[in-house]
């Protein structure tokens, strides 16, 4: 096929694409596939994790609490933690869409999540499941429904969307609760298996949807067909001008390390540098709730039942005070928004630990560690893109933004080796304690940090971002 046939028939399909936007109930199908998207991802992000401890005792054939499921712990801990190298590619695959589209990625993504978790549930070995989880770990943070959303959605109804299909999405997480009261048997670990079934039908089946009910975004569709309407001699002059606007923003913009060089020679966005280590540092519980659950069952301060409850109901609390902390953000200002959703983080965490030690409501626990939760996300959204766009001229910002997300990389790395090598260390019975008595101090520092070195920047003119030395 001739490159003038390929771009007819890529034109006539883009045609049809531009009518199909204009279709009457064109948006809400939209809408919907793109929250069931949404649903997938979230639900793929958190399978593994709701199903820890049984995965474990399968995998090596071992029972929760021995020192055989300690070390197992820790070092497959260990190991999966450097799947997340994966998100060195994440960059590069992401640019894609930029030249082949958003659909194409949209459904590759969401059948890939399916991919992932079906090998995981297939794997009778450690090695396969590593390559499960690696899978996982590639598909799921490329958020392509999210963007999706911002091309599509009107401009005065994109920020409630995003905030409401997130919401949504983070509330169905509470279905994974319910598939482990309903197919899984602590007595036979196997049965963790039957915990990913459900969400990789869904990922299949709404993969597969998004093929015929989904078009490319308006936004890719006008800009390719622009180009495919274009003369030769046009394409050169926007060959050109592109060119020259490419060296242009080359010449303004900084490498890696000039950004890294920016953020550590300011003190503002060295304060933020700060607080974004140690809080991404401080998440690491989030990665352990499950066998901290399982820690208060063979201490005998809850039972399957309220284990099972408070899977459900976290995340219903999580999706709601999620959606909640967007609005304090922008109506308290950032610093006032920080302290508020950090006291959510602290004193939730305190008293979901205190739930895994001592006996206490499983409702009660829930909405502890479903509140930390959503005040730990919602803060650390608020370091990485809010504060720290306010804070850096608009020539570096995209580059700054960038290299504080990679200190967050860091902090994250840190905790999970914490995590993994505590586990190996004081076992898996203590982590309560253990990890509570690490995260809470370094997360009430983060606050300290925030409240006293962080200046606030809620009403900052974007265009004319005033720097300090």
């Not at 999706?319 to 610093?335: A, C, E, H, P």
């Amino acid at each position: 096929m001739t490159k003038t046939e390929k771009e007819r028939k890529e034109l006539e399909k883009l045609e049809k694409a531009e009518a199909f936007h204009n279709h009457r109930h064109y948006f809400a199908i939209l809408i919907i596939v793109l929250s069931v998207i949404y649903f997938v991802d979230e639900l793929a992000s958190s399978v593994r994790g709701v199903v820890e401890t049984q995965t474990i005792c399968d995998l090596f054939n071992t029972t929760f609490g021995s020192s055989e499921y300690n070390t197992a712990s820790g070092t497959l801990g260990l190991v999966t933690t450097g799947a997340y190298l994966i998100y060195l590619v994440s960059p590069f695959y992401k640019s894609l869409a930029d030249k082949f589209g958003r659909r194409i990625f949209l459904i590759i993504n969401t059948i890939g999540m399916g991919v992932g978790m079906l090998v995981c549930i297939i794997s009778k070995s450690v090695p396969l499941y590593i390559l499960g989880t690696v899978i996982m770990t590639f598909f799921t943070p490329n958020d392509m429904q999210v963007i999706y959303i911002m091309e599509c959605a009107p401009k005065e109804h994109r920020a409630k969307l995003c905030s409401i299909t997130k919401g949504l999405a983070l509330i169905s997480v509470s279905l994974l609760g319910l598939f482990v009261k309903l197919f899984v048997n602590s007595e036979v670990p196997s049965t963790w298996r039957n915990v990913f079934i459900i969400p990789i039908v869904l990922a299949f089946v709404i993969g597969i949807a998004a093929i015929y009910f989904v078009r490319e975004t308006p936004v890719y569709t006008q800009k390719r067909l622009q180009y495919l309407r274009s003369t030769e001699e046009e394409r050169k002059a926007a060959a050109e001008a592109e060119k020259l606007a490419e060296e242009k923003e080359k010449k303004n913009s900084i490498s890696v390390w000039g950004a890294f060089k920016y953020i550590f020679t300011h003190r503002q966005t060295r304060a933020i540098a700060i607080v974004a280590l140690i809080m991404a540092f401080s998440t690491g519980y989030t990665g352990k709730y499950q066998p901290m659950l399982e820690a208060g069952k063979y201490h005998g301060v809850m039972n399957d039942n309220a284990v099972n409850l408070i899977l459900m109901f976290y995340p219903v609390i999580n999706g709601i005070f999620t959606m909640v902390g967007g609005f304090l953000t922008d109506s308290l200002g950032r610093k006032k928004s920080a302290l508020i959703l950090g006291l959510w983080a602290a004193v939730g965490l305190a008293v979901f630990a205190y739930g895994c030690i001592f006996p206490l409501n499983p409702w009660i626990t829930g909405f502890a560690y479903g509140i930390s939760i959503a005040g730990l996300w919602s803060i650390s959204d608020m370091i990485y893109f809010v504060i720290t766009s306010e804070s850096t001229p608009t020539e570096i910002r995209a580059s700054v933004v960038g290299s504080m997300q990679l200190v967050g990389m860091v902090g994250t790395g840190l905790n999970m080796v914490y995590n993994n090598v505590v586990t190996m260390i004081a076992g898996s019975l203590n982590l309560p304690i253990v990890l509570t008595v690490a995260y809470l101090p370094l997360l009430t520092l983060s606050l300290v940090i925030m409240m006293l070195k962080v200046k606030e920047t809620k009403d900052v003119d974007l265009d004319n971002v005033q720097v300090d030395e």
